[in-house]
């Protein structure tokens, strides 16, 4: 819940600074809406003992190196058809809102807050106990690019309700932790402290001379002033410093904790005929002197501090009868405030009419006279508002709804906004989307560009190569991932060309072998696998395999000649002293080269392509060891002996989701059509024949697909005719 700075491309200015938020006037923009695909979010209530009563699965949300990281209480994550089971605390692509099926950090309690550190760590804090198998309380600082704990961290903070409710990284460079607990310890003894301290964020050394004394419940919210040396606390404690005026909100000294405002600075309660209510949620200071403060009784409350904390500007979420013909769904408290560029976000527990005032907004029933207030639009569980003015930005105002409404919020560099909390679905009635408590909104025309890329899923460990005593065989052992399903094999021949496919081995067997060809330098590589379908980076296998020197070379035929009748071509070559067989290899119009077959003769019969150059060469084996290749003279051109055939016209792809479809023009006479395919600038393989003119493909996730078609005519192929545009699945 820090101030955090992003880029957002739809904005017409955007200031950056490393630890305060410059602000201006709100500019003219596009709002943000929900990207249309389908998007994962989160499922399965888990038991929490500080939230049990909030329906709501999300509670903090942070963004980091390309990743948006979400803890909760939740116990799965799904996108309607599939699930992953992922505790308290997931990571998310930022760019996809895709769960990164091998970040499984293993939690035994609900995730509250979550902070990014200044030496690239995170910190996250709830009510859980331990984090990956070590009892820590509920705070911990962990490598947000892997889930793990971070090496040589050990500040604890514990005790009482082990209950870690807000963490802010400051401008004056301390790491602010609250919530409710009475332990604290940086490496010595444990000492006493109460529910707020502040520490180095990189060496974890505890400020023993600041330890200000909230009591009688949490606190829920932590903010630094920018302006003056004072720290706001918001929560549901009931006096600070045995003072009870500070009831819920309290500004202490930065230097010394001392009591320096308390919550007679906010109208004490907003509720008609109560003397209850008076728990805030959350406390946003900003380099203007302003001092944002929300919580239950539905107010969020603007505080200037050039004028002794006194309010600014009020504004209240409930239910306006003048425009709202429903009132079983009405505002409710706020539950998170957030500075994101120039704009303050609020979440809520609010289903209702938005109302502004320079006064008090009194809750209760009736509903607020309306000569104290000006109407402000509908709202549901979030609202912007302009952070120089204090207005509320009207055009933003996504349709959700839900239960408990909104609670964490981050910006992440591509412009969007992540939101969650107990937001069931998005969308005004009849074309609401599945929202599963957690909302990706971004600018009509799509996400901007994301400079971070998430970091790559675990890789298999140690890959080593071995060749059998024969030279028949590679091995290969490697170490599998946790988590990983399985383990892809691939090989590189003679360090020409890409790495092909040779087989997958399911986890957690850790070993894959094959028989080589022979005379050749084979280098393998090994990439883990992942549930729904993601790859790791590939791990080398070393040392590189070299068959060229097992046993006694094999020599190949000493000659090798292509001949041709229009398009039947025939290779000759005299046979070599103890061959049992020969192979046939044809590159045509120098591309990769394929096999073509094996025979006992000294010839070997083929077929051409009309109006292409194909090149043969030829191996024989003796004693079950291949040798060395032969070229074969001359390179035959395909001649089918009449006029050209020619291919279709045009042709054009077009693609639904993974599904594409190539048509193509007719071809007077044509009984066939054939189709091949590119991805990524790769060689060209057949996709199939038809005798009709369309085909139907399915593409390869993120890979960029060409494709070209053939015409046969009186039994001749045709040249090829691209087809356009290039696909991308």
Not at 339 to 345: A, E, F, K, M, P
Not at 381 to 391: F, L, M, N, R
Request: hydrophobic fraction near 35%; charged fraction near 10%; proline fraction near 7%.
């Amino acid at each position: 819940m820090n101030v955090r700075l992003f880029v957002k491309t739809i904005w017409a200015t955007v200031l950056f600074c490393t630890s305060v938020a410059a602000f201006g006037s709100a500019p003219a923009q596009a709002e943000l809406v929900q990207p249309p695909a389908p998007e994962w979010g989160l499922d399965q209530f888990l038991p929490s003992t500080s939230m049990g009563n909030w329906d709501s699965l999300g509670f903090a949300v942070e963004y980091t190196d390309g990743l948006v990281i979400v803890g909760g209480r939740f116990g799965q994550l799904t996108n309607g058809s599939q699930t992953l089971a992922q505790p308290y605390l997931a990571a998310f692509d930022s760019a996809t809102q895709t769960p990164l099926s091998w970040w499984r950090p293993t939690l035994n309690g609900t995730v509250l807050a979550l902070e990014n550190s200044s030496d690239g760590a995170m910190f996250v804090g709830g009510d859980f106990g331990s984090y990956n198998g070590n009892t820590i309380g509920g705070f911990a600082k962990i490598d947000p690019a892997s889930g793990k704990v971070w090496p040589g961290w050990n500040t604890r903070v514990y005790g009482g309700s082990n209950t870690i409710r807000d963490i802010r990284l400051e401008s004056d460079g301390w790491l602010y932790v609250v919530g409710n607990f009475t332990t604290a310890s940086d490496g010595g003894g444990p000492q006493t402290v109460n529910g707020a301290v502040r520490m180095n964020p990189v060496t974890g050394a505890i400020d023993w001379t600041w330890l200000p004394q909230p009591s009688g419940g949490g606190v829920w919210g932590v903010a630094r002033s920018l302006t003056t040396n004072e720290v706001y606390l918001a929560g549901w404690f009931t006096s600070v410093n045995g003072d009870s005026a500070a009831r819920g909100f309290a500004g202490v000294s930065s230097v010394d904790g001392s009591l320096l405002h308390s919550r007679s600075t906010i109208p004490y309660n907003t509720c008609v005929n109560c003397t209850g209510y008076w728990r805030l949620y959350d406390v946003v200071a900003t380099s203007a002197g302003d001092v944002w403060v929300g919580g239950e009784q539905h107010g969020l409350f603007i505080l200037e501090e050039s004028q002794n904390l006194a309010m600014r500007e009020m504004h209240y979420t409930g239910c306006n009868p003048n425009y709202q013909a429903n009132c079983q769904r009405a505002g409710g408290e706020f539950q998170e405030i957030e500075l994101v560029g120039d704009r303050i976000y609020a979440t809520c527990h609010c289903w209702g009419s938005h109302m502004s005032s320079n006064n008090t907004i009194f809750h209760g029933s009736p509903p607020p006279n309306p000569a104290t207030y000006t109407y402000t639009g509908s709202v549901s569980a979030i609202a912007a508002y302009d952070v120089a003015t204090g207005d509320r930005i009207q055009a933003f105002n996504p349709y959700m709804s839900g239960d408990a409404g909104g609670f964490g919020i981050v910006g992440a560099p591509d412009g969007c906004l992540w939101v969650t909390g107990g937001i069931s679905s998005y969308g005004v009635p009849g074309t609401q989307q599945p929202a599963r408590d957690l909302v990706r909104l971004c600018d009509q025309a799509g996400p901007g560009t994301n400079p971070d890329a998430p970091p790559s899923a675990p890789a298999p460990l140690n890959c080593v190569a071995t060749l059998s005593g024969d030279g028949a065989t590679a091995t290969l052992t490697y170490g599998v991932p946790a988590l990983a399903t399985d383990v892809v094999l691939h090989r590189q021949l003679n360090n020409i060309g890409s790495f092909s496919w040779r087989g997958k081995v399911t986890a957690p067997a850790a070993t894959f072998s094959e028989a080589v060809p022979q005379n050749s330098l084979i280098n393998y590589q090994a990439t883990a696998k992942y549930p729904l379908s993601q790859f790791s980076e590939p791990t080398p296998c070393a040392p590189t395999i070299d068959t060229n020197n097992v046993g006694d070379p094999v020599v190949p035929p000493a000659s090798c000649t292509a001949s041709a009748v229009n398009l039947a071509a025939t290779i000759s070559y005299p046979a070599v002293v103890g061959a049992t067989d020969y192979r046939i290899y044809r590159s045509i119009d120098g591309g990769a080269t394929y096999w073509r077959g094996a025979v006992q003769t000294t010839s070997f019969n083929d077929t051409l392509v009309n109006g292409a150059s194909h090149h043969y060469s030829v191996q024989a084996k003796v004693g079950g060891t291949w040798s060395t290749s032969r070229d074969c003279t001359p390179d035959l051109v395909g001649d089918a002996g009449g006029p050209p055939v020619v291919p279709p016209a045009s042709c054009t792809a077009t693609a639904v989701g993974p599904a594409a479809t190539v048509t193509w023009t007719s071809v007077v006479g044509a009984t066939d059509y054939r189709v091949y395919r590119t991805v990524n600038g790769g060689p060209a393989y057949w996709r199939g024949a038809v005798q009709t003119t369309s085909f139907n493909d399915s593409l390869v996730n993120g890979g960029i697909h060409h494709y070209t078609v053939q015409a046969k005519v009186g039994g001749v192929w045709s040249t090829s005719a691209d087809c356009s545009p290039d696909l991308v699945g």
